[in-house]
């Protein structure tokens, strides 16, 4: 039984950081399982926030955070990283990971449908 669970949320000011981690048990993170993080705002759709096939694999990014986060999977530790930077108020939300162990390779990166397992979430907070 595969299980991710999401740790490393907060609350912090706009401009500020902080890491998201996920780690993954019942399966062996590899470099053709895609790995990703969503997040979820109230009134808002899931939304893919960056994604990327093991620690090998080229990363995706949606618009609105590329060049302030860096997704940063660990085969070795199973665990897949994200690393936030210059956070904005609209950056709020509940972050999930998920992983692709179908390997629906016909679905984007971002399509919620193509993931299989989902963590339980860590929810992150900026304030102006």
């Known amino acids: 039984q595969v299980q991710l669970v999401e740790s490393g949320g907060g609350s912090v000011q706009a401009g500020g950081s902080l890491r998201l981690s996920c780690a993954a048990s019942?399966?062996?993170?590899?470099?053709?399982?895609?790995m990703a993080w969503f997040r979820h705002a109230p009134g808002k759709e899931r939304e893919g926030v960056a994604a990327?096939?093991?620690?090998?694999?080229?990363?995706y990014y949606s618009a609105s955070v590329e060049g302030r986060f860096l997704i940063s999977p660990d085969n070795a530790k199973n665990t897949v990283y994200l690393q936030m930077d210059s956070l904005l108020p609209e950056d709020t939300a509940m972050y999930y990971c998920a992983e692709d162990t179908q390997r629906q390779f016909g679905r984007s990166w971002d399509d919620p449908l193509r993931y299989d397992y989902w963590g339980q979430g860590t929810q992150v907070s900026v304030s102006s």
């Open positions: 019942g399966y062996t993170y590899n470099n053709n399982v895609m």
């Open positions: 990327s096939y093991g620690d090998s694999g080229r990363p």
